[in-house]
């Protein structure tokens, strides 16, 4: 009974990032499609709102349209970065929720938070994805 | 204290797989609890916009039942009922789904909502502008169904995900661990117990020798 338990949380904790890209592709490259969309590890297609891809080629310049890589991966880990801590990784990533945040960013991470999370989902719900790490990852 | 697992033998081979039982029921509640919690950022997200979308929705409807109800009062019911079956299709719903944490929400996208005069179908000649008015009200409230629906939607399965991660935290965090971390002091007390047993029968064994010899 327990070692059922245990596959069964073990097979949770697995599923817990199946909702992730199997591969991130770049706006420019969805920009030029007429249903932009990426496949996702659970064997899903994950379509993006055109609306949302235009508003990000407006926010950054046109050499980063290549860089920005969709889609922006929320991190969470209440273990690396405490409760209600999310880090964006990548410079085109970290410019374009700056911008939408109205935030200064120069590194290549930059770390949000709870309320700036939602104002963010709200603005981009289909081109952000949570991701769940912890320490061991 | 919370119950022990059944059928435990106190040993370290035990003790150490339930180690790592505790370390990883402990990773997955983490986890768990940080997906319940965006969960529940995306639901009041979702909930936010599906207040507008019915606020909007109903007095969409609403001026479209006044315009269509007018439309019959200058052509009669049976000029109006004529006219909407004389109509082309209606407009085209994209449908595909966008993915929550796993949550498979959908996207409903209208396509070409209003449409003009001429594309409707009907004829021009004997119809009134109050006709034309009605079609474009209902036009409107359409999309605003549409969208109304795609909202309400999500906002069914996304309770629904909630309430499943909520019930596997509160099974980790109320049953699982502390029965885990009672089964593991257990079996450390059996074991320092043993060893206390052992420590004496030893000490024991060498003083009956010594009071041989």
Known sequence: MEDRTFRLLAKQIRSLNRHLAIEKRSLRELL????????????????????ELEKLAKLLPEHMHAKLRLPIYIELSSDRFGKGT????????????????????????????????RILRRELPTTTQYMFTTAAD | MADLIEGVN???????????????????????????????MEFFNVLEEAKGA??????RLREAFAALILAQASLGV????????????????????????????????????????????????????????????????????????????SIKLLAKEIESTKRRVNALENVLIPR??????????????????????????????????
Do not use: W
């Open chain 2, 10 to 40: 106190p040993t370290r081979m035990e003790l150490l797989k339930l180690k790592t039982k505790v370390k990883l029921a402990k990773k997955g509640h983490r986890l768990l609890k940080e997906k319940r919690d965006a969960l529940i």
């Open chain 2, 180 to 213: 885990l971390e009672a089964t593991v002091k257990y079996i450390k007390m059996r074991l320092d117990e043993m060893e206390r047993e052992n420590f004496f029968k030893l000490k024991r064994i060498k003083a009956m020798i010594e009071a041989r010899t």
């Open chain 2, 54 to 59: 019915r606020r909007q929705a109903e007095a």
């Open chain 1, 86 to 117: 999310a880090r964006i990784s990548g410079r085109a990533a970290c410019v374009a929720v700056a911008k939408i945040l109205e935030k200064s960013c120069e590194g290549e991470e930059l770390f949000i938070y709870k309320p700036e999370i």
């Open chain 2, 78 to 153: 049976l000029k109006v009922t004529e006219c909407a079956y004389a109509a082309k299709e209606t407009p085209g719903i994209e449908s595909y789904t966008r993915s929550i944490m796993g949550v498979r929400v959908p996207v409903l996208e209208l396509q070409e909502a209003s449409r003009s005069v001429i594309e409707r179908g009907y004829g021009l000649a004997d119809t009134s502008s109050q006709l034309d008015e009605a079609a474009a009200r209902f036009e409107e409230a359409l999309a605003a169904v549409v969208q109304l629906a795609e909202v309400e939607r």
């Open chain 1, 32 to 51: 030029c499609e007429e249903k932009p969309a990426i496949r996702l590890r659970d064997g899903e297609l994950h379509r993006f709102k055109r609306e």
